[in-house]
């Protein structure tokens, strides 16, 4: 049971870090002066590059924030049998 709690343990530390990190890849929704400045460079040199960055970390970071979720629980039952 300790071995299966610290494997656990490890994939449970690279969810956290795999949502922290797919978190601050993503791009802010409110662009603000940047935004309305820089907006003729995304029409030019096109918006779906981004958009599928964007939308995979999106995706990325909720598959991540549910493994996290469901590691958590798993480790507090598993360290309730210990």
Known sequence: MQVLY????????????V???SVLMQ???SAGLSG??????????G????RSMDAFFEK???ISA???MVF??????????I
């Open 6 to 17: 610290w494997i656990m343990m490890a994939l449970f530390v690279i969810a956290c870090i």
């Open 19 to 21: 949502l922290i990190v």
């Open 27 to 29: 791009s802010g929704k």
């Open 36 to 45: 309305s400045i820089g907006g003729g460079a995304e029409q030019l040199f």
């Open 47 to 50: 918006k779906q590059k981004g």
């Open 60 to 62: 990325l970071t909720k």
């Open 66 to 68: 549910v493994t996290f």
């Open 72 to 81: 958590a629980v798993a480790l507090l039952i598993i360290h309730r049998f």
